[in-house]
Structure formats: structure tokens, C-alpha cells
């Protein structure tokens, strides 16, 4: 590589690609190089020993066309020089304990509750005591709560939690109480100080609202800058809950009504999913400090967020079938009956059947172009099922003005989405 001198006429060598790099790396190179800092010089010319054999082999590597190969049950994607394996489907199971460590003191809740203990100090509860505490309930909803425990419909021991997190020394947890039937009829927040020797857990007061936690073990508490938040549903109401530790009270931000669900993106952007009227599901992201927030689009049917990555998918289930559509740039594709999708580095796969994959395409999110596609050898007959993928022509419904909610801070005015044609395969 020749790099000439902006104010000199003689030239030096900074590097001899052909010789230091292998050619199907020309391209790391050269990126590599390009993005060196080189002081009161200007690149003019990039010259190669044998010109066109390196611009053929650098041509060849970018233009390099994206594989899909199955493996043992495994997807795998070969792009240039790289192999990426892609799980078609989830194969871990959620842990069943949460654990916290500062030094010599432990905060572990599994199935036999919350343990604490530093060194010797050995500390065990299923917070049993805290549904008939008077900083939680009145006398006569405490007298309630007993008598209900005594019919066999509530427990006093907590059942599942619903979040935990970690601030400096200290280690918060939202414990969550199921009667008989299936719903929760009580959450709170607790607090352990893990610097403290003998660690006990410390009552900071109930919920003031609900939150969408399920099963044994949920991840739903998160930082929000030095507190504690939570999202919960209040009424009809739903919003961000945060306890501010200097005023020892919680805070509640309302962001809509009638959530369905939520998950959250990069930075402090969160995707929702509100019910409106009729079976209307309206789709939209906000910001959690700001409750600022932007409806993208509205659709009927059962609607479910893809993950928690940018582009922003979803797919949408009705009465003619699936559906996946980037809520971002508005391209949709209709899906094969019992299809599965999962994000990859490359875009986005598609497999079906569900359980056996006999067909698979790895689609590129922004317009739902096809990048590559495999077939099981055994039913090569059925390759037009590929060919058959379609992008689908409705044109993105209109978005109607969001609802009339308390709104903490300002938020953003609601835009109608671009409509967008889209074409077929």
C-alpha cells in the first residue's frame, strides 16, 4: 500500500498488504487501514502489486453471497468467512434462583424463599409475616387476609417474585403473593443491605399497582437511573412505578391505558401493546424517564413483539393467518402455517414446520428480502412453498389519536405511519 505525503512528492510504504494479509481477509484490511490516524497526511492513491488480482479478490469477498445450512438440528449461517449458529427455537430453560454477592454476604431467593447470610449469619424466610403487616393493610383487610388463609385460599408464604436488582449495596426484590385461583393479590418491595453483618430483609411498602410478572421466577424490576422501577398496571391505568429512596415513597408515571405488554429496548426505549376497543391492538414505543411516547400502528387480532431488538417486529395472528411486520419501516410478509421467527446477526429466520424443520429462510428485516434459504433434502419436491412466500399489499392501518391519560411529562405528538407498498417476491 502507497500512501503519498499531502505536502511532499516523495512517497513511503506503510504496509504490504498482498504479503501480511491472507486475500480472503483484503477487505478487513483495508477497513482496518483506512481507519488508521495518520497526522498531516492525505491518502491519495491505494495502489496493490497486482492490481487486478486484488480488486478481483476484494470484489469477490464483498460480494460474497450469505448461506443457510442445517446441522444436527442447528441452523447455521455462513456469511463470508464466518459461521453463525442460529437457535431455531429456545432451548434454555429460565433459572429457577436469583443470586446476589457482595463479598461475604449472600441474597439467594430460590423455591425455598429468600436466604441471606454473611459468614456464620444464616438467614431464612418465606416472608410470611409481611401480608399481615400494618404498614401493608388495615386491621379489618388483615383480619380478611386470615380468615382467608384459614379457608385454604391464600397462603401467607410468598409465591413467586416477580423481579430483582442489585443498587450498590444493596439487593431489591418484589416478592409476589397467588391465592388459590391463580391471581396475584399482593406485591411489595423489600430491601436486603448486603454490606450490613447480620442481613435482613427490609419491608419498603406495597406496589401501587400490578405488575405483568408471571411464573416462578421474573425478571421485571430495572434501574431506573439511582431507583428501583417497575411497570404495573393500575385500574385501567398503566405506567412506570420507581421508589425514591429519599423521600421513602413511590413515584408513579402513567404512560397509557389498557396495557397487554410490553418489552424493552435498547437504552431506555420500551415497545407496548395496548387493547383500544373491539379487538384493536395498538402498538407504539416510549421512553421510560420521559413517559414520552410514539404509536406506530394499530391492527386487529392477537398481536405478539417479536423481542427486544431494533427493527421493531411483530407479528400479528388473525383470521387469515400470520403475519410479521417491521413496525419501523412498515413492510410486512405473509408467514407459512406454523412458522417460527428468531432474530439472527443476519436478519431474520424463518422455519417450518414448528417442531421439524423441513424449510427455512433467512429474510432481511428492513424490506423482507430473501438473503438465503435451505430445504431438507427429502422434500426437495416442495421447494414452491419458498417461492410462495409472499410480502403482503394491505396498506398499514391508521393510528387513532392515543387516550386521554395524566401524563407526568410532556410527550411527543402521534404521528400517522408512511404509507408503504410493498412488493412481492
Known amino acids: 500500500m502507497i500512501v503519498k505525503h499531502a505536502y511532499r512528492a516523495d512517497t513511503e510504504h506503510v504496509c504490504d498488504v498482498d504479503s501480511l494479509f491472507p486475500t480472503v481477509g483484503v477487505n478487513l484490511a483495508v477497513f482496518t487501514t483506512a481507519l488508521l490516524l495518520i497526522p498531516q497526511c ?8 497486482s492490481s487486478m488480482i486484488g480488486l478481483a479478490l476484494l470484489w469477490a469477498t464483498t460480494q460474497a453471497r450469505i448461506s443457510l445450512q442445517s446441522y444436527q438440528g442447528t441452523f447455521v449461517v455462513r456469511d463470508g468467512v464466518l459461521n453463525i449458529p442460529v ?28 436466604s441471606l447470610r454473611h459468614k456464620n449469619w444464616i438467614f431464612d424466610s418465606r416472608l410470611s409475616g409481611l401480608p399481615v403487616s400494618p404498614k401493608l393493610f388495615s386491621k379489618k383487610e388483615i383480619q380478611e387476609i386470615l380468615a382467608s388463609v384459614h379457608r385454604g385460599e391464600r397462603s401467607l408464604d410468598a409465591t413467586a417474585m416477580s423481579g430483582a436488582l442489585r443498587l450498590g ?15 396475584t393479590w399482593l406485591e411489595a418491595l423489600v430491601r436486603v443491605d448486603l454490606s450490613a453483618d447480620h442481613p435482613k430483609p427490609e419491608l419498603i411498602g406495597r406496589l ?49 391505558e389498557r396495557l397487554r405488554s410490553y418489552a424493552f429496548l435498547d437504552g ?12 384493536l391492538n395498538r402498538i407504539g414505543v416510549v421512553d421510560v424517564t420521559t413517559s414520552s411516547r410514539k404509536d406506530l ?16 417486529c411483530a ?23 406454523g412458522a417460527n421467527a428468531v432474530r439472527c446477526a443476519s436478519g431474520i429466520l424463518l422455519t417450518w414446520p414448528k417442531d421439524q424443520p423441513k424449510h427455512a429462510v433467512l429474510l432481511d428485516p428492513v424490506r423482507w428480502d430473501r438473503l438465503a434459504q435451505w430445504q431438507a433434502p427429502e422434500n426437495s419436491d416442495l421447494g414452491s412453498r419458498i417461492s410462495d412466500l409472499k410480502k403482503t399489499d394491505a396498506k398499514p392501518p391508521q393510528v387513532t389519536p392515543a387516550p386521554t391519560v395524566k401524563v407526568t411529562t410532556k410527550a411527543t405528538p402521534t404521528k400517522k405511519p408512511a404509507t408503504r407498498k410493498t412488493k412481492k417476491l
Open 208 to 256: 401501587p399497582g400490578q405488575s405483568l410478572a408471571s411464573g416462578s421466577i421474573d425478571h421485571r424490576l430495572f434501574a431506573l437511573g439511582p431507583s428501583p422501577a417497575i411497570v404495573v398496571r393500575k385500574g385501567s391505568e398503566w405506567g412506570v412505578v420507581s421508589y425514591e429512596s429519599v423521600s421513602d415513597k413511590f413515584n408513579f408515571n402513567s404512560i397509557g
Open 315 to 337: 407479528i400479528f395472528t388473525g383470521g387469515t393467518g400470520s403475519t410479521i411486520r417491521n413496525l419501523q419501516t412498515g413492510a410486512a410478509l405473509d408467514l407459512p402455517d
Open 169 to 183: 449495596t444493596d439487593a431489591f426484590f418484589v416478592p409476589r403473593w397467588i391465592d388459590k385461583k391463580g391471581f
Open 87 to 114: 437457535l431455531s427455537k429456545a432451548t434454555t430453560s429460565s433459572p429457577d434462583f436469583v443470586r446476589f454477592r457482595r463479598g461475604d454476604g449472600y441474597a439467594v431467593w430460590d423455591k425455598r424463599g429468600l
Open 268 to 279: 431506555n426505549g420500551m415497545a407496548y401493546v395496548e387493547v383500544v376497543a373491539d379487538g
Open 297 to 312: 400502528m394499530e391492527d386487529r387480532g392477537s398481536v405478539r413483539l417479536l423481542d427486544s431488538y431494533r427493527p421493531i
Open 42 to 49: 492525505a491518502v491519495s492513491a491505494v495502489h496493490f502489486r
